[in-house]
């Protein structure tokens, strides 16, 4: 099975290219809502490899030899496990926000994936220069690139097999909590879809891997690679839509169990009858009533909550004590 090199420099291109708009799309959401987190951090790292992966793979395609073609395939190999653990981790970390904190076991779950995220990754990693240091007669014959042995095809078959079942199950796990909010929920269920195209792809390469080698391999690696990072930021794209086109529902409302004598807020005549508090969390929860309230210049003051106000004219309340929350019935 044959490809032709100017189908595999197109496809070296268009799809990283696709991968890091969505991913910078992301970025400018996150930090636009001043949410940018840890899962985000390992987003931005994976589409800066997944650049470099494809420049390194267009020109290993070209004219090239001897000492530079080596490094250069030596670049593509692990510039690619970059692109997908990366990825990988930044979905896991995605998905932990709404888990951590409910329980022991669920923190455990989560830390202990993540380490053997990166415990593949390291063993990957060094399998390739391993293998390709070994045997180095590739060096010396056009065109250079270390054959994949079936001890790394197995390898990133198993690995890859292992860490998209994890992220499947984690998400599943908590997918039908009654404490998440439907935002919550929609972002589990972008995952677990995306997820699932990028374990397909995921397969399909290591078949490729197994059985055929070649460009063939390389084509997919581009595609998986790509498509990993498409599914750690499907999910953050598919909730920044829903909540343009979706006003919060019930079952993202919330009410103030203190009373306002002990709130003590500031009152003017405006009245509001929906209020959002924005927690750094980022999550968007609400109060609805009929009290008047005027702007205070303080959004996040001593034991405070910052309180945005979508309508009338208030936008920011400041309480001198916590305002305690519970979901609405």
């Not at 987003?43 to 420049?55: K, R, Y």
């Not at 070994?134 to 001890?151: I, L």
């Not at 995921?202 to 460009?215: E, I, N």
């Amino acid at each position: 099975m044959s490809v032709p090199i100017p189908n595999v420099k197109v496809i070296a291109l268009f799809l990283p290219i696709l991968a890091i708009l969505l991913t910078a799309c992301r970025m400018l959401l996150q930090l636009r809502s001043r949410t940018f987190r840890v899962d985000d951090g390992w987003a931005t790292f994976s589409s800066v490899g997944l650049f470099i992966f494809s420049v390194c793979t267009f020109v290993s395609l070209g004219h090239v030899g001897g000492a530079t073609a080596v490094a250069l395939d030596y670049l593509v190999s692990e510039l690619f496990y970059t692109v997908l653990w990366s990825a990988r981790l930044s979905i896991l970390l995605s998905l932990a926000q709404p888990s951590l904190g409910r329980s022991t076991r669920g923190k455990t779950f989560v830390y202990s994936t993540a380490s053997g995220f990166i415990l593949f990754w390291i063993i990957l990693f060094a399998q390739t220069f391993w293998v390709c240091e070994t045997a180095s007669e590739w060096k010396h014959s056009p065109p250079q690139r270390c054959p994949k042995s079936m001890g790394i095809a197995i390898a990133q078959l198993t690995t890859g097999v292992a860490a998209n079942a994890a992220l499947l199950v984690l998400p599943a796990t908590f997918l039908f909590d009654a404490s998440l909010t439907n935002k919550q929920r929609v972002h589990m269920i972008c995952t677990i879809v995306a997820t699932v195209f990028a374990a397909v792809a995921s397969l399909v390469h290591g078949y490729f891997t197994l059985r055929v080698g070649g460009l063939p391999e390389l084509v997919l690696a581009i595609i998986e690679a790509s498509a990993t990072l498409m599914a750690c930021s499907a999910a953050i794209l598919a909730t920044a839509v829903l909540d343009l086109i979706k006003k919060p529902s019930p079952s993202d409302r919330w009410i103030m169990t203190s009373s306002f004598n002990t709130l003590s807020p500031t009152f003017s005549t405006d009245t509001v009858k929906t209020v959002h508090l924005s927690p750094r969390s980022g999550t968007s929860v609400s109060y609805e009533g009929n009290t008047p309230f005027r702007k205070s210049p303080s959004l996040w003051g001593p034991n405070g909550a910052g309180v945005h106000i979508t309508e009338e004219k208030v936008s920011v309340l400041h309480f001198p004590t916590p305002a305690v929350l519970k979901r609405s019935v």
